[in-house]
């Protein structure tokens, strides 16, 4: 046996505006055997609006070292009869890493999960709101993003016809303008610098 997995989870309130789901699976090389890595999602699932939280820890032995991370969100939609919708959403996301077995990963305030223990590497937030026809053809939005680590805010706006997506990346602590970029919605466009250099951008691939 290479692998021996543990499933359990719950789900309550299905049918009603208030469904819950909850998974958690340990990972192991056989059944007793110590935990190579455990990972969990929860859900609050209504008519309009879902909130998710997930979480992950790997035990690699062969490093000498745990990884992990949690991620968090929000996603609101609210139709507009005849004329598409309007989509809302905001989340967060961490990532930890510690000596071996040095995180635990636990259930938080439902439907959150929580690491604790080793040192946080990384954090980012993501939030905004977009519009759909309805076909289902994304119509205008913005989005605003924003890495800790890399001390970089990304802002994110979608207009116009034949649909032109824009932004700008910004160095969070200063405020200071890091380039300009602008796609369509095959991902093909330009990124400006702040040196004044240009680039490509294929598919939503920078190249040079």
Not at 152 to 166: E, K, N, R, W, Y
């Amino acid at each position: 046996m290479f692998a021996y997995d543990a499933i359990t989870g719950s789900l309550t309130g299905l049918g009603t505006a208030n469904a819950q789901v909850s998974v958690q699976i340990v990972d192991s090389a056989s059944n007793g055997s110590p935990v190579r890595a455990f990972a969990g999602l929860s859900c609050n699932i209504g008519f309009t609006s879902q909130t998710c939280g997930s979480g992950a820890v790997e035990h690699l032995a062969s490093l000498a070292q745990d990884f992990g991370a949690t991620v968090n969100a929000n996603v609101t939609v609210i139709p507009a009869p005849g004329a598409g919708s309007f989509l809302t959403f905001n989340g967060n996301a961490a990532s930890y890493k510690a000596a071996l077995n040095g995180l635990t990963l636990a259930p938080g305030p439902f439907p959150a999960w929580s690491i604790s223990g080793g040192t946080l590497t990384d954090s980012a937030t993501l939030g905004g709101g977009l519009t759909f026809s309805s076909g289902a053809v994304l119509t205008g939005g913005s989005l605003i993003f924003v890495d800790a680590n890399a001390d970089a805010t990304v802002d994110i706006t979608a207009a116009g016809s034949p649909l032109v997506i824009s932004g700008v990346i910004k160095q969070t602590s200063t405020g200071q303008t890091k380039a300009t970029f602008g796609v369509d919605l095959d991902g093909n466009g330009s990124i400006t610098f702040s040196d004044g250099s240009t680039a490509l951008i294929v598919a939503w691939q920078i190249v040079s």
